[in-house]
């Protein structure tokens, strides 16, 4: 599974976000905007997050992923 995730300048992960959840044309499309001094990375995430919850241990499990 993929996501994409916002790092700011000093690599500190500051947003995530996974695939769209309508399929319907109708509903647009669009995705984060990085803003300045940050970036937009497509990771894979590991198997051992695929049901991680809470988003605060997703980013902190991520960055010791990443390593950040």
């Not at 959840?21 to 984060?32: N, V």
């Not at 990771?43 to 990443?66: Q, S």
Request: hydrophobic share 30%; charged share 25%.
């Amino acid at each position: 599974m993929k996501i994409t995730v916002i790092i700011d300048e000093h690599g500190k992960i500051v947003g995530t976000t996974g695939k769209p959840t309508s399929s319907k044309p109708e509903a647009g499309t669009g995705g984060p905007v990085a803003g300045p001094g940050q970036s937009v990375r497509q990771v894979e995430v590991p198997k051992e997050l695929h049901g991680e919850e809470d988003v605060a241990e997703l980013h902190r499990k991520l960055a010791d992923h990443l390593g950040n």
